[in-house]
């Protein structure tokens, strides 16, 4: 089992829509947590970092369930800009561990 | 501010053979990061860097992969000899002290082609 999970997608959504995607981790001491975007053939960029009471950034939110180990990213009043892959980050400083997901894809559509 | 340079782009190359990259961070971030990336999937981190101080190597295949950063500042990272599997991007990423909370900067990565 991956110790970071995502489901690839692709998530084909309609612009204007609202889309959620969520992303488990297997390790319960995990520590931080961040949400990177990726669009094709370029570099991942940070996103948003995910804090434990939740955040928000414009039309993303991000939250964070320790007890079922996972983060989600939702996406409001959707763009075409928003088109990427998403990349859930978690990290443990106590054995300097940086685990990427592999991405969900996102597609909007006119 | 100057992002983190990679070079070169793109690299085809025939296995066996030997290839190297090159990677400068931002100016001032302390912490260097290099990471494979296979079509189809995330980032996996080889190497962290402290300075000129390994931090985490544990996923480098050190059989064929190697890494300095002699100075602290530049680092290169080659593979020797090159095989099929190895074809994948290679991205460079620095932050400012490594801490685990700290955002990282990617570079634009150097695409490697295996024959």
């Known amino acids: 089992r991956k110790e970071v999970e995502q489901d690839p997608g692709p998530f084909n959504v309609p612009e204007g829509a609202t889309v959620a995607f969520n992303c488990t981790y297997s390790?319960?001491?995990?520590?931080?947590f961040f949400w990177y975007r990726q669009d094709c053939r370029k570099e991942p960029k940070l996103l948003m970092s995910v804090y434990s009471s939740g955040n928000e950034d414009g039309r993303f939110t991000a939250q964070l369930n320790r007890a079922s180990q996972y983060i989600s990213l939702l996406i409001r009043d959707s763009k075409l800009s928003d088109s990427a892959t998403y990349l859930c980050v978690v990290t443990r400083s106590s054995a300097s561990k940086i685990i990427f997901g592999s991405g969900t894809r996102l597609s909007i559509r006119p | 501010e100057a992002g983190v340079a990679q070079s070169p782009r793109y690299k085809i190359i025939e296995k066996r053979q030997s290839v190297a990259f090159w990677c400068n961070p931002i100016?001032?971030?302390?912490?260097l990061y290099w990471y494979q990336q296979i079509l189809g999937q995330g980032p996996k981190l080889l190497i962290q860097f402290q300075n000129n101080g390994v931090v985490d190597d544990s996923q480098l295949p050190k059989d064929r992969f190697s890494a300095e950063r002699l100075k602290g500042v530049d680092s290169t990272l080659k593979i020797q000899p090159a095989k099929l599997e190895d074809s994948a991007v290679y991205l460079c990423a620095s932050s400012l002290v490594g801490g685990a909370e700290e955002t990282q900067y990617f570079g634009p990565g150097t695409r490697l082609l295996v024959l």
């Open positions: 390790n319960s001491a995990s520590q931080s």
């Open positions: 100016s001032g971030h302390a912490t």
